[in-house]
């Protein structure tokens, strides 16, 4: 009896055990699963995350530097971007917050390339303002009225097509030459257009539409696809020029300053003053913007 109840109580503690076993055995390998579908769902976020590289880096409520700072975060925190809209990424950081921030806070491989007007930004600089009048027609007429009358209606339509537009003034107060390319490069423009009328020592002794430009390298392009547009407005299209202008010189972004007409010209403040040849150059500003852009995607696509 004894050699034959041994055997067999052996036998079923050994069951036992295996069964005990592989129930832990279950149970190991759900927890070594866990951790590792964990671990691995953080490994993949980490390197999807970008590091913030700036010394003092915000969260903003919108993608617009005016807009209320939701968040402070420390160099390097790590974040994951989301969506972009203008040079601005929409983003999570690690503790969960959602919110803008400006694609400058990144090395330079994040930086957006802008190649469409919807997603420019453009400043946009009414000449002059308050006390500096301008130039006067012989009217007595100031330019520092038609440079604001113009931008405005440049702003309207380039808000319309989408791009983020800065005023360096919008209504008539002076503003320095100084601040005028400090704001271009605090928002980081994809252009920088200045509006003025020109006038010449005498009266009535010149006419035409002059495009400036300070930099070759930031700014030819620019001033060329506008340029090319001002052909058909009904004054001489007088091309591009170098000019040495503090609003043009001090910007670090693509800048040009254009010369509506001479507003101490007769012929060319009766055009300046219709509303028909202000269309027609702010809208030549428009179809020149574009090609400028979409020449900068025709090289992007090369370079790719
Ligand atoms: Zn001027």
């Known amino acids: 009896m004894e050699n034959n109840l041994g055997p067999r109580s052996r036998k079923h503690q050994s069951k036992k055990t295996t069964l005990k076993w592989s129930t832990r055995h279950t149970v190991l390998l759900a927890l070594v699963a866990i951790i590792l579908t964990i671990f691995l769902f953080r490994v993949s976020r980490y390197f999807k995350q970008d590091v913030i590289s700036v010394n003092q ?14 968040a402070s975060l420390p160099q390097g925190s790590r974040i994951t971007i989301l969506s972009s809209r203008y040079h601005w990424y929409y983003i999570k950081t690690d503790d969960g917050h959602l919110g803008w921030i400006p694609d400058w806070y990144f090395s330079t491989d994040k930086q957006i390339t802008v190649t469409s007007l919807k997603n420019a930004t453009i400043v946009l600089d009414a000449g002059h303002g308050g006390r500096d009048s301008g130039a006067l027609s012989s009217g007595e ?29 919008n209504k008539d107060e002076y503003i320095s030459l100084a601040a005028r390319p400090q704001l271009s490069n605090r928002v980081h423009a994809d252009a920088f257009i200045s509006i003025h009328f020109d006038s010449s020592p005498d009266a009535n002794t010149a006419s035409g539409v002059t495009t400036y430009y300070y930099s ?9 696809n506008l340029s090319s ?5 009904g004054l001489d299209n007088k091309g591009i020029d170098f000019g040495n202008f503090q609003v043009l010189r001090d910007n670090q972004r693509p800048a040009v300053l254009l010369e509506f007409g001479y507003i101490n010209s007769d012929n060319d403040f009766a055009m300046i003053k219709s509303s028909k040849y202000r269309n027609a150059a702010t809208n030549d500003i428009i179809k020149g913007l574009n ?7 025709d090289d992007e696509s090369e370079t790719k």
């Open 291 to 297: 090609n400028y852009f979409t020449a900068k995607a």
């Open 216 to 224: 070759k390298k930031l700014s030819y392009s620019l001033a060329y």
């Open 57 to 70: 880096a915000y969260l903003y409520q919108k993608s617009d530097l005016d807009s209320q700072k939701t």
């Open 229 to 233: 547009q001002f052909s058909s407005l």
């Open 141 to 169: 007429a100031e330019e520092k009225t038609y440079t604001l009358i113009y931008i405005k209606e440049l702003a309207r339509k380039l808000q319309a097509r989408g791009a983020k537009v800065y005023l360096t003034r």
